[in-house]
Nanobody, 112 residues
């Protein structure tokens, strides 16, 4: 199983980024997936989830700003992040829910 996250970078507050997570080694379309993040000195937290049928859920702090989606034909999950804030600065990880599979993480840094 591999989960390859990409798309992070440095952006000013108010800007946007789109993260991608390319999955391989399992049947992607049958699995619920999620994005997590971990800021320096803090515990890893759940950001958003998407089920195999496309139902989504978000942590309160990103509702209305972030959108999780998936393209089963491309075995890829996305996280569109708009109106970014300095508090969104973290390493973002993709995760196959209910399993022990994690991607390597991609750094998102939002400057004020």
């Amino acid at each position: 199983v591999q989960l390859q996250a990409s798309g992070g970078g440095l952006v000013q507050a108010g800007g946007s980024l789109r993260l991608s997570c390319r999955a391989s080694g399992f049947i992607f379309r049958f699995n619920s997936m999620g994005w997590y993040r971990q800021a320096p000195g803090k515990e890893r937290e759940l950001v958003a989830t998407i089920t195999s049928s496309g139902s989504t859920n978000y942590t309160d702090s990103v509702k209305g700003r972030f959108t999780i989606s998936r393209d089963n034909a491309r075995n890829t999950m996305y996280l569109q992040m708009n109106s970014l804030k300095p508090g969104d600065t973290a390493v973002y990880y993709c995760h196959r829910l209910n399993m022990g599979d994690w991607g390597q993480g991609t750094q998102v840094t939002v400057s004020s």
